[in-house]
C-alpha cells in the first residue's frame, strides 16, 4: 500500500526557514511524480511545487519562487521542500502526493487531480 508520510512543519517567525520531508514506504519513489500542495483555512488546496520522478523536471508556484526550493533523494525514497524567507501567508497544512507509476519521463504540474496518493499532512505555521 502507498504510504506518503509529512514531517518537518512546526512554528517560525517571519523570514525563517523550515524544510519539509516526504517520505514513502510501500513503493519506491523512482517512478513517481511528487507534489507539495498546501491548504490554509477557509481557502482552497494550492499547488506549491512538483518534481518529477528523475528531477529532471521541477515547478514553483509563483508565490514561492525564490524562496522555495524542492528536491529528491531516491537512494532514501524521500522528497524534500525547502522552505526559505517564510510569510503569514505560507501559514497552511501541507500536504505530500504521488503521481504515478510514470514509465515514461512528464513533466511535472501542479494538478491535483493528477496525484492519486496523498499524505496525512504537516501544519506550517508562520507568525512572530
Known amino acids: 500500500q502507498l504510504q506518503l508520510v509529512e514531517s518537518g512543519g512546526g512554528l517560525v517567525q517571519p523570514g525563517g526557514s523550515l524544510r519539509l520531508s516526504c517520505a514513502a514506504s510501500?513503493?519506491?519513489?523512482?517512478?513517481?511524480?511528487i507534489g507539495w500542495f498546501r491548504q490554509a483555512p477557509g481557502k482552497e488546496r494550492e499547488g506549491v511545487s512538483c518534481i518529477s520522478s528523475s528531477g529532471g523536471s521541477t515547478k514553483v508556484a509563483e508565490s514561492a519562487k525564490g524562496r522555495f526550493t524542492i528536491s529528491r533523494d531516491n537512494d532514501k525514497n524521500t522528497v524534500y521542500l525547502q522552505m526559505n524567507g517564510l510569510k503569514p501567508e505560507d501559514t497552511a497544512v501541507y500536504y505530500c502526493?504521488?503521481?504515478?507509476?510514470?514509465?515514461?519521463?512528464?513533466?511535472?504540474?501542479?494538478?491535483?487531480?493528477?496525484?492519486?496518493?496523498w499524505g496525512q499532512g504537516t501544519q506550517v505555521t508562520v507568525s512572530s
Open positions: 502526493a504521488a503521481e504515478g507509476p510514470l514509465l515514461l519521463f512528464r513533466l511535472c504540474e501542479l494538478h491535483h487531480e493528477r496525484f492519486g496518493s
Open positions: 510501500g513503493f519506491t519513489l523512482d517512478y513517481y511524480t
